[in-house]
């Protein structure tokens, strides 16, 4: 395997690198991000919904000037789909095709045998043209430097784990008809998890682990100001306060940075240069998605408000 040399110089460059593509990310996780690439091994990324994991990779493949592939998980995922698979309709249009041209050949007397063309076509349509390439044999294969991204992995059931697990082990897949195929580099890669389930031991070993929690105060600021642009400090500063407020509550679901960023293009869109507690009631819905956690949130801004 051709081993490329290190992508990154230090931890620092690396949160500079990816500073660069708009994430901004803090010592822990640029620390993790430099380590997968020294020791080559991929990230296992947890953390609740929408702090930045698929983002995260997503920067990654930018910063390096890397070709994403993700692998999206969901239940019922299967090798065909995130391997290989044949083109069984080429496949079957190609015997097909063999057929006319035995029986034309053929003419009714002394049929070129089609025993003997069988072991051709066979090896025919177990070729490279009959081959439906699925993300991870697409990220081993690749030439080109690769981020693969293996998103939502929880989704999948155990023995997709497993297969998983075979093919970050030794990044080698095998193809039954064609031989093994090994990766020419090793690729940076991500697993993304919002932990709806345990994963193996097996993989957690494998990989290197990095949890994504809400950033801190200072830290979501710097992200709002660079991914809305038009806002003001002011604003940016009272719109992380209050977020931050109200996920000290019990909530049935905290609002994420990616709603943080939602809530903040809105109050742009109303021209909002600084945020009163009814504003803050009315645009609520941006934030919170249950009608419990919206009550209880404009409970505590009223209390605020008044105090
Ligand atoms: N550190 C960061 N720097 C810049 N933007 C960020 C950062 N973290 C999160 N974001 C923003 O938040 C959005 C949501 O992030 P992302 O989709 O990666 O969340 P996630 O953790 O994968 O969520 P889910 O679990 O729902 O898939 C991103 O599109 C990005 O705009
Ligand atoms: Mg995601």
């Not at 080559?40 to 983002?55: C, D, R, Y």
């Not at 809305?228 to 019990?250: C, T």
């Not at 404009?298 to 105090?307: H, I, R």
């Amino acid at each position: 395997m051709k081993v490329l040399g290190p992508r990154f110089e230090s931890v620092p460059a690396v949160r500079e690198g990816l500073a660069g593509v708009s994430y901004l990310a803090d010592e822990g996780i640029a620390g993790v991000v430099y380590l997968a690439d020294r020791l080559g091994k991929p990230v296992l990324v947890e953390g609740p919904a929408g702090v930045g994991k698929t983002e995260l990779a997503k920067a990654a493949a930018a910063m390096t000037g890397s070709r994403l592939i993700r692998l999206q998980c969901y239940e019922g995922l299967d090798e065909s789909k995130a391997l290989y698979e044949w083109n069984y309709k080429k496949q079957l249009l190609r015997i097909q095709a063999q057929r006319v041209v035995d029986a034309a050949d053929g003419g009714g007397a002394e049929a070129a045998a089609p025993t003997g063309s069988w072991s051709e076509l066979e090896e025919d349509i177990f070729s490279e043209d009959f081959l439906l390439t699925r993300p991870l044999l697409e990220a081993i294969r690749a030439t080109e430097p690769v981020v693969l991204l293996v998103d939502e992995v929880d989704r999948v059931e155990v023995e997709t784990e497993a297969l998983l697990l075979e093919v970050l082990s030794d990044y080698q897949v095998s193809i039954p008809e064609l031989g093994t195929v090994a990766a020419t580099q090793l690729p940076l890669v991500f697993l993304t998890s919002n932990n709806t389930r345990e994963l193996s031991e097996a993989l957690k070993r494998r990989c290197l682990y990095l949890h994504i929690d809400y950033p801190e105060l200072e830290r979501e600021k710097a992200i709002v100001l660079t991914r809305v642009p038009e806002i003001s400090d002011h604003l940016a500063d009272q719109i992380v306060r209050i977020v931050r407020s109200l996920r000290s509550l019990e909530l049935k679901k905290h609002p994420s940075v990616s709603e943080t960023l939602d809530w903040a293009r809105t109050l742009v869109l109303l021209g909002a240069d600084s945020i009163g507690a009814e504003q803050a009631r009315d645009t609520l819905h941006i934030l919170l998605k249950y009608r419990t956690d919206i009550e209880k949130a404009t409970k505590e801004l009223s209390v605020a408000e008044g105090a």
